[in-house]
């Protein structure tokens, strides 16, 4: 498994920008696919990014495609979110996951962090 720890959340005004990352520990953060995901306060937790092993396959949701960048840096055991013209609906908790397969369902990953607070104001 690997040990997860987000930084970087906040309060930003709407059209902001803001940039969480994921410090990774554990000899298979190299192999893992990395996500990550979202959950607002009475909805289920939903997927955002996911970033290959390699670091150069991308996926994002339809909702922040465009907006929202995912980076992975394999000599600092780092993956970062880069989340340029935020909305009020991107307010929620940002978790940092990782997994052994290509989904984009929470359940395809089995390590998570604690979560970051983003709070995108009107």
């Known amino acids: 498994q690997v040990q997860l720890v987000e930084s970087g959340g906040g309060l930003v005004q709407a059209g902001g920008s803001l940039r969480l990352s994921c410090a990774a520990a554990g000899r298979t953060f190299s192999s893992a696919f990395m996500g990550w995901f979202r959950q607002a306060p009475g909805k289920e937790r939903e997927f955002v990014a996911r970033?290959?092993?390699?670091?150069?396959?991308?996926s994002y949701a339809d909702s922040v495609k465009g907006r929202f960048t995912i980076s992975k840096d394999g000599a600092k055991n780092t993956v970062d979110l880069q989340m340029n013209s935020l909305k009020p609906e991107d307010t929620a908790v940002y978790y940092c996951?990782?997994?052994?397969?290509?989904?984009?369902?929470?359940?395809?990953?089995?390590?998570w962090g604690q979560g970051t607070q983003v709070t995108v104001s009107s």
């Open positions: 970033i290959g092993q390699s670091g150069t396959v991308r």
């Open positions: 996951a990782a997994g052994g397969v290509a989904g984009t369902s929470r359940f395809d990953f089995d390590s």
